[in-house]
C-alpha cells in the first residue's frame, strides 16, 4: 500500500480533553466532583431552543437533508447580514478548515498559522501534504499576544492560507480590527482566514462584516461554544462567492444532517442563552484572575477574551506533564501544553473558565501540590 504523500505514514493526531467519566473512574473520584476544564464546554449546557427542535426534528431522519443545507445557511445568512451564497456550513469549523486546506493550498505550498496554534491548522496540512508554517518568534512570550510586524514579514510567495485566531487559541489573547486588516491587505494572494470561534467571549461583535470588504478573507465562526452544541458539530464560513463556491464543490454530499441543521436555526435564536452563558465567563474570568494572586507558583496569562487562559508554570521543579498528572488525580482536568500544543513547551497548561465551583477546584488543587 502507498500512501499519498511521506506525511501520512507516521500521522500525528488530535488531543483532546480527557472525558470527565474517563478520570472519575480511572482516580476513583466521584462524576460529580470532577472539574472538567480541558476542552471549552459551555458551561451551562446546550441552547433550550436548539435541544428542543432537535426533539421535533426526529421525525425527519427518514429523509436526506439539503445537500447545502439551505434551511441553515439562509439563517445565518439573515443573522449576519449576508447573502446564503456567501455561507458555508459543516460539521464543525473543523470541517471547513479541511476544506480550505484542499482548495486554496496547492501541495507542497504554505500554511502560515501562529505559534502555538489550534493544532487542527497544522495537523490539517501536514495530512494533506501542504507545509504548515507556526511563526513562533511573532509571539511575546511574557504576554503571548502576537506581533503584528513579525507576523506579516513571514508571509513569504508561496504562503498561499494565512491563520488569524481572534480570540487566539490557546491563550485568548485579542487582536484589534486595524490589525487584522494589515494582515488582510498584506498578502493579497493569499487566503486569509479569520477564526472567530470564540468570539462570543471578547464581549464584541467580532470582524465578521470584513468578509463583506475583502476578497481574500473567510470568517468561521461554531455553534460549540457559546451555543453549546459541541455534540451536534456545527460550523460555518462567511466569504465571497467565489471562496464559497470553491468549497462547495470539494465538501462532501451530505455533511449536514437534519438534526444538525435544525439545531443551528434555533440556537441562532436563543439569544438569552448565549447571553447567560457570556456574562457567567466574562465575570468567572475576572474571578479566576484575583484567585490566581494567592499562588506563587503558577502565573495566569492575562488578557484572554475567550472562555480559557494559559498557566505559567514558574516552579523551575515541576513541568506541565507532571501539574497535568497531579490535578487529574485530584479530579481537575485542564490541557498539558507540551502534548496540545506544538511549541508551548512544558511551563503551561491550557485551563478553561467555566462555574465558580470549578475555578475554585483548580486554583485550590494548584495551591494543594506538593
Keep these: 500500500m502507498q500512501y499519498a504523500h511521506l506525511g501520512l505514514g507516521t500521522p500525528e493526531y488530535y488531543v483532546p480533553g480527557l472525558p470527565a467519566d474517563y478520570v472519575a473512574e480511572r482516580y476513583g473520584i466521584p462524576l460529580a466532583d470532577i472539574a472538567k476544564l480541558g476542552s471549552a464546554e459551555n458551561p451551562h449546557g446546550a441552547s433550550p431552543l436548539a435541544t428542543e427542535a432537535v426533539r421535533a426534528s426526529l421525525s425527519k431522519l427518514h429523509l436526506y ?8 445557511r439562509e439563517k445565518i445568512a439573515t443573522t449576519y447580514g449576508f447573502d446564503t451564497a456567501e455561507v458555508i456550513c459543516g460539521a464543525g469549523e473543523t470541517e ?8 486554496f493550498c496547492p501541495p507542497d505550498n504554505k500554511i502560515q498559522m501562529p505559534g ?3 493544532p487542527i491548522y497544522h495537523l490539517f496540512a501536514e495530512a494533506e501534504g501542504r507545509t504548515p508554517v507556526l511563526v513562533h518568534d511573532a509571539t511575546n512570550r511574557e504576554s503571548m499576544g502576537l506581533d503584528v510586524d513579525a507576523y506579516i514579514e513571514a508571509i513569504e510567495e508561496d504562503t498561499r492560507i494565512v491563520y488569524i485566531t481572534n480570540p487566539h487559541s490557546p491563550s485568548g489573547t485579542w487582536l484589534e480590527e486595524k490589525d487584522v486588516r494589515r494582515i488582510i491587505e498584506a498578502c493579497p494572494n493569499a487566503l486569509v482566514v479569520l477564526d472567530e470561534a470564540y468570539v462570543h467571549y471578547s464581549d464584541t461583535p467580532g470582524y465578521i462584516h470584513l468578509a463583506s470588504e475583502y476578497g481574500n478573507l473567510a470568517v468561521l465562526r461554531t455553534f460549540s461554544k457559546a451555543f453549546g452544541l459541541a455534540g451536534l458539530r456545527i460550523g460555518f464560513g462567511i466569504a465571497s462567492k467565489t471562496i464559497i463556491d470553491t468549497l462547495l464543490a470539494v465538501k462532501p454530499t451530505w455533511n449536514m444532517g437534519q438534526l444538525q441543521i435544525a439545531g443551528g436555526i434555533a440556537a441562532l435564536d436563543d439569544d438569552e442563552h448565549v447571553k447567560q452563558t457570556v456574562e457567567t465567563i466574562i465575570e468567572n474570568r475576572k474571578y479566576v484572575q484575583g484567585r490566581f494572586g ?5 502565573r495566569m496569562i492575562s488578557g484572554s477574551r475567550s472562555n480559557f487562559f494559559l498557566v505559567e508554570i514558574l516552579d523551575p521543579d515541576t513541568n506541565s506533564t507532571k501539574v497535568f498528572q497531579e490535578l487529574l488525580e485530584r479530579g481537575v482536568i485542564v490541557k498539558d501544553g507540551s502534548i496540545s500544543f506544538r511549541g508551548l513547551h512544558d511551563r503551561f497548561l491550557r485551563c478553561d473558565v467555566n462555574l465558580k465551583s470549578h475555578m475554585d477546584r483548580l486554583v485550590d488543587a494548584l495551591a494543594d501540590l506538593p
Aim: net charge negative; aromatic share 12%.
Design 294 to 298: 494567592e499562588l506563587d507558583r503558577f
Design 96 to 103: 471547513i478548515l479541511s476544506l480550505i486546506t484542499r482548495a
Design 65 to 72: 437533508p439539503s445537500w447545502t443545507a439551505d434551511p441553515l
Design 116 to 118: 502555538p496554534c489550534f
